[in-house]
């Protein structure tokens, strides 16, 4: 499996972005996907994952200001973040995990090599 994210980039607060992660090499069509982000000195953390059903979760940091989207046709995850804040800059991955007994495992297997977003006050 191979993950490309993009769409990183400098924002100032308040502003929007859309990440893109394009997904490929598939060997099972039942996978979550998800977005996680790291920055410096601080542990990943699971921003928002989809799972086979579509369905959706966040983290709290982003709750009502992150949408998680996905194209089946392109295979492609997106991330539309809103209202940005200094505290969400952070290198930003993708992964994706297939489904283990019909769900989403904690450990995801396969990552992007991620893209950087800044945001400045």
């Known amino acids: 499996v191979q993950l490309v994210e993009s769409g990183g980039g400098s924002v100032q607060a308040g502003g929007s972005l859309r990440l893109s992660c394009a997904a490929s090499g598939f060997t099972d069509s039942r996978y979550c996907m998800g977005w996680f982000r790291q920055a410096p000195g601080k542990e990943r953390e699971r921003v928002a994952r989809i799972g086979y059903d579509g369905n959706t979760i966040y983290a709290d940091s982003v709750k009502g200001r992150f949408t998680l989207s996905k194209d089946n046709a392109k295979n492609t995850l997106y991330l539309q973040m809103n209202s940005l804040k200094p505290e969400d800059t952070a290198m930003y991955y993708c992964?994706?995990?297939?489904?283990?007994?019909?769900?989403?495992?904690?450990?995801?297997?396969?990552w992007g090599q991620g893209t950087q977003v800044t945001v400045s006050s």
């Open positions: 992964a994706l995990v297939y489904l283990r007994w019909g769900v989403c495992p904690q450990t995801y297997n396969y």
